[in-house]
C-alpha cells in the first residue's frame, strides 16, 4: 500500500512537471504569434505567418497570458466570420435603390444596397468616402412622397422638414434658437420602409444645411462591440466618426443591451453624440416594444431621442402596389387577373412579427418571374407580348389552387418561404 502510494505521487509530480514544461512551451509561441500577428489581431483570428514560417498558415486560439473574457456571442448579432475577423467595418448605403443596382440590396424590397467598406488594413487613400446626394430638398422630398404607404412617416418627415426651415429663418432674424435633438427612432416590422427612410433623411437633412454630407451609415451590434472591454469604446467611436456629416442608422439597437460589451457601446455611443451633435444624427430602429425599453433603460438615450417614428405594416392594397412597381421597373405586365390573384393570396398569409411585408412584395415576383421563365422554356421564339406578361399561373407556379378559407401556411406549420423575412431584410419597396 506505501509503496502504491508513493508510485502514485511521484506520478503525480511527473505529469505536473510536464504541464509546468507545456505552459512554458505554449507562452512562448503566444509570444512569437505576437511578433508576427499584424496590427489590431487577437486570439481566435486567423494568421497569415509568411511562407517560410515552419508552421505555415495556421490558426492560434489560446493565450496562456490572457485572461480577459471574450464577448458573449449574441443571438442579435449578425456578424459573420468575415466580420468577426476584421471585415465587419460600417456599411455606407449608397444612394440608389436596389432596382437601379446589379447586386442584391437592402431593405425596402433590399431597396437599399448596402457596399461594405474597405478592409480597415486598406491603405487609406484606397478608402472610397461616401459622395453627399447631390438631389435638391425638393426632389428627395418627391422620392419621398412617392414611396407607396408610410402615411404618417410622411407626414413625421414633413413636420421636421418645416421646424428645420422655421429655425433657419429665425436664425437669420437674430432671434434664439433652441437646441433640439434630430436623432431619431425608427420602430416597426420587418419590410416597412426604415432603412429606405433613414437614407432619404440624411439627403434632406443635408440639404436643409443641417449636416455636411448626408451618407448614410448602417451597422449593428457586430460592428459597435469588439471582443474585449475597452476595446468596443474604441471601435464605437471609430464608427461614429465615419458618420460624422450624415447619418449613423443602427439596427436591432437593443441587441446592445444585456451585457457589459453593449454598455460600454452604449456609453460611448452617447458621449460622442454629445459631441459631435453639430454634424452627425442618429437613428436607431427595430421592433416597437424591445425599442421602447431600450431607449427607457438609459437616461442618456431618452434624453437625445425625443422623435419616435411608427412605420406601419403595408395594407393589401399597398403591397399590391409594391408588387406592380416593382415588375414594371422590370419590364412585367401585370394584368388584372395577376392583381386579384395576388389579393388572394394575402388574404390567406399569416401576418406577425415575420412577415416580411415589402419583401413578401418582392419574394412573390421574383418566383413569378421564375415560373415566368420556365413556362416560356419550350417557346421557340415568344413575341414581346409573352416577354412581358404574367399570367396568374405564375404566381402559383405549382399549380396549388388557393383555399380562401384557410391561411396560406405550410405543412410543417411554419410561414411559406416568400412570405418570411429576416431582421436585415427591411426594406423593400422601389423608389
Known sequence: MGTGGADAREVTEAVK??????????????????????????????????????????????????????????????????????????????????????????????????ATQANPAAPADQKKEPEPDPRTLEELLAELDGLIGLRAVKAEIHRQVALLKVEAKRKEAGLKTPAITRHLVFVGNPGTGKTTVARLVGGIYRALGLLSKGQLIEVDRSELVAGYLGQTAMKTADVV?????????????????????????????????????????????????????????????????????????????????????????????????????????????????TFGNGRYSRNTLEAAIGAHAWRLREVEDPDLHALRTLEPADLSPDGTELDLAHPLVAQDGELPEHSGTTPEEDEVQPS
Not at 505552459?23 to 499584424?38: Q, Y
Not at 466580420?83 to 442584391?104: Q, Y
Request: hydrophobic share 35%; glycine share 10%.
Open 241 to 353: 466618426k465615419s458618420a460624422v456629416g450624415g447619418v449613423l442608422f443602427i439596427d436591432e439597437a437593443y441587441s446592445l443591451s444585456g451585457d457589459q460589451y453593449g454598455t460600454e457601446a452604449i456609453d460611448t455611443l452617447v458621449k460622442e453624440m454629445e459631441d459631435k451633435r453639430d454634424d452627425l444624427v442618429v437613428i436607431v430602429a427595430g421592433y416597437p416594444v424591445p425599442m421602447e425599453i431600450f431607449i427607457a433603460q438609459n437616461p442618456g438615450l431618452a434624453s437625445r431621442f425625443r422623435t419616435t417614428i411608427d412605420f406601419a405594416d403595408y395594407t393589401d392594397d399597398e403591397l399590391v402596389g409594391i408588387f406592380c412597381k416593382l415588375a414594371a421597373d422590370a419590364d412585367y405586365d401585370v394584368s388584372d387577373d395577376v392583381e386579384q390573384h395576388l389579393r388572394a393570396m394575402l388574404a390567406q398569409v399569416q401576418r406577425g412579427p
Open 17 to 114: 512537471g510536464l504541464w509546468g514544461q507545456v505552459m512554458g512551451e505554449l507562452k512562448t509561441v503566444s509570444a512569437r504569434v505576437r511578433e508576427v500577428a499584424p496590427p489590431g489581431a487577437r486570439p481566435g483570428s486567423d494568421l497569415d505567418l509568411g511562407d517560410g514560417d515552419p508552421w505555415g498558415p495556421g490558426r492560434f486560439s489560446f493565450d496562456p497570458a490572457d485572461t480577459t473574457p471574450p464577448s458573449a456571442p449574441s443571438s442579435q448579432s449578425r456578424g459573420s466570420k468575415s466580420r468577426e475577423e476584421g471585415v465587419g467595418s460600417p456599411r455606407v448605403a449608397p444612394s440608389r435603390l436596389e432596382g437601379e443596382e446589379p447586386e442584391g440590396a437592402e431593405r425596402e424590397a433590399d431597396a437599399d444596397p448596402v
